[in-house]
């Protein structure tokens, strides 16, 4: 008679066969969800691969080159790209213009990401696709590029030339600084300039030297050599600038870059020694001034008056700190193409003219011709970055005068408007930062000019609610400008050329 299994082995039987399974079905899901794993991994490395490769073969190759690919729902949602490999679930992809790759993608529980100037991806395990992407994509992500530079500059935040008798700041509204040495005490006037360097890293900086740019004085043809001072104490706009504030001594002076040594142009000293103080000693960054050359300044020289352009200037000559690295640096940027332009006339209302290819700046004797273009920008605004520096640029193709350099001014639209308002001057700032200056060497002739504005873009950063856009004025004498009447055109937004208007604004990280 055969023995039969008893209950309590056929118990031991099934329960070493269910942890048989058990641990089989693990590994073997185990090594599903690792080839899963392996095959997202593959796909962004075939997604970087492709990018980079449609980018350097592109023809339309350029410093405004960049590509922009959005997934989602395992769907191509934005943009173009072919690649081996299956889609991610969500996510982007951006290409600039050194043809760098930034990829931010999401699959079931699982983040890829790399930011343009990262080697290595990023692999790890997420609970939810908003803490891989934290982006909104009805959006388009920024675009930012970077460009190789060895100087930085760092544009003065407060100016005023200060007199014997006067308190600081009396003149900080003046489109110029003045540096006045004469043997009356009255007379005696000096320059005061503030910067922030705060976020200045000093490291592989080479040098630091201060620019201001010399247009007017009694003698040009003599060699001026201001010297410049360090201020030692703390004061307000209420105060008067003594002797008593600034440092007794100072090693270098303000120089001409003309290699005449004389006349009128960029005139610079080395204030290396006075910065490293202010990034060693914070609290002790009152600014600098550049002195005069009489005899009780310790530098003796000509009596002169002698005027830089200022903050408030309307040219590019803005006094300025130029960092001097001994390694090449990254210089981050955007471009801003225009939301909206057109050129309104007199007799017209603003969006008349918003569907031409190129924008009217018209100088003329009578009202019915006076011509201005307007341009609106929806400016990207960063959590991690702050400009830096902005420039407009616009292409002018046809005039009356191309021999001739205009210098359009900028000004900033200062309250909103709609298509059908007619632009009146009482919609714009009175004064203007920056003009349009040609980018040919002999400053005349077709071609692109450009004007700063730094500090348009500022205003707009603080106060984004009055971004109204900006003008590029005419130079009738009303507009505070002055020339030549003439009729020019630039290119507009529509225009089907690669020279279409734009703001370049240089980035720094917070």
């Not at 395992?74 to 889609?87: L, P, Q, R, T, W």
């Not at 003309?258 to 005139?267: A, E, K, L, P, V």
């Not at 080395?270 to 060693?280: G, L, P, Q, R």
């Not at 004007?451 to 004498?477: C, K, Q, T």
Request: with cysteine; charged share 25%.
């Amino acid at each position: 008679m055969k023995k039969g299994f008893t209950l309590i082995e056929l118990l031991a039987v099934i329960v070493i066969l269910a942890l048989i399974a058990l641990i089989a079905t693990t590994r073997i899901f185990g090594t599903i969800e690792s080839a899963r794993k392996e095959a997202f991994l593959s796909s962004a490395h075939g997604i970087i691969s492709s990018a980079q490769n449609d980018c350097v073969s592109s023809s339309i190759y350029t410093d405004s080159y960049y590509k922009n690919v959005i997934f989602d729902n395992y769907e191509i949602e934005g943009g173009e790209i072919s690649y081996n490999g299956n889609n991610p679930q969500k996510g982007f992809v951006n290409v600039n213009n050194e043809c760098r790759v930034e990829i931010f993608i999401y699959d079931d529980g699982v983040c890829i990401q790399k930011e343009f100037y990262e080697n290595d991806l990023n692999f790890f395990e997420v609970s939810s696709e908003e803490e891989c992407l934290d982006i909104d994509f009805s959006e388009e992500p920024l675009i930012i590029y970077e460009e190789p530079t060895y100087t930085k500059d760092i544009i003065a935040d407060f100016n005023s030339s200060v007199r014997v008798g006067q308190t600081i700041g009396a003149n900080k509204d003046r489109d110029y600084f003045r540096v006045l040495t004469f043997n009356e005490p009255g007379y005696d006037e000096r320059g005061i300039l503030t910067f922030d360097v705060s976020e200045l890293d000093m490291t592989n900086v080479e040098s630091v030297e201060l620019f201001a740019y010399y247009y007017y004085g009694d003698i040009p043809s003599r060699q001026q050599t201001h010297p410049v001072r360090r201020m030692t104490s703390a004061w307000t706009l209420e105060d008067e600038l003594l002797d008593s504030m600034m440092s007794e001594d100072y090693e270098e002076r303000m120089v001409s870059l003309d290699t005449s040594g004389s006349g009128y142009g960029w005139r610079s000293a080395d204030v290396t020694d006075i910065v490293s103080y202010w990034k060693d000693n914070p609290e002790e960054n009152f600014g600098l001034v550049i002195d005069h050359n009489r005899g009780q300044s310790n530098a003796g020289g000509f009596w002169n008056a002698m005027r830089y352009y200022s903050l408030n200037s309307y040219t590019e000559y803005k006094p300025r700190l130029r960092i001097n690295y001994s390694e090449e640096q990254t210089q981050k940027y955007v471009l801003v193409e225009p939301s909206f332009d057109s050129s309104p006339r007199f007799d017209q209302t603003i969006g008349h003219n918003k569907d031409r290819d190129y924008l009217n700046v018209l100088t003329f004797n009578s009202e019915g011709y006076d011509t201005r273009a307007l341009l609106s920008f929806d400016f990207p605004i960063s959590d991690n970055y702050y400009p830096s520096k902005a420039k407009l640029f616009a292409y002018y193709y046809y005039g009356d005068i191309p021999s001739r350099q205009q210098t359009h001014p900028v000004r900033r639209m200062t309250q909103n408007w709609n298509e059908g308002d007619y632009l009146t001057d009482s919609m714009m700032t009175d004064y203007y930062r920056g003009l349009m200056v040609s980018l040919d060497t002999s400053g005349y002739g077709y071609g692109w000019r450009s004007a700063d504005v730094s500090y348009i873009i500022s205003h707009w950063m603080d106060n984004p609610e009055e971004n109204f856009g900006l003008v590029i004025d005419h130079n009738r004498g009303e507009s505070n400008a002055g020339g030549y009447w003439n009729n020019m055109r630039y290119y507009s937004s529509n225009s089907d050329t690669d020279y279409k208007p734009y703001i370049k604004v240089y980035l720094e990280e917070r």
